[in-house]
């Protein structure tokens, strides 16, 4: 093998394992919003304060319409963005 061949090779394989190290520690995930979600951990740990997880986050789009409002959207373009499923 060359040097070039396993350099190739070195990255290819440092590749595969960064993919596969992102997935693990992955911060979000697709799940079935009718089964149970189970929470393990938060990150960073820490010795003195641990943190615990209290509540998994507001529900897919519950806060969009205020959003919108905020950002300056009528209630009209709400209601058309809603009509289009462009939210």
């Keep these: 093998m060359t040097v070039r061949n396993i350099a190739v090779l070195l990255a290819a394989s440092a590749c595969a394992y960064a993919g596969a ?16 979600v189970k929470l393990t951990g938060i990150v960073p740990k820490l010795s003195a304060t ?15 319409d205020e959003i919108l409002a905020a950002l300056g959207y009528d209630a009209a373009s709400r209601r058309d963005f809603k009509a289009r499923s462009v939210i």
Aim: charged share 20%.
């Design 21 to 36: 190290a992102f997935a693990h520690h992955s911060f979000s995930a697709e799940f079935d919003a009718q089964k149970p």
């Design 50 to 64: 641990p943190g615990a997880t209290k509540w998994i986050g507001p529900k897919l789009g519950e806060h969009t």
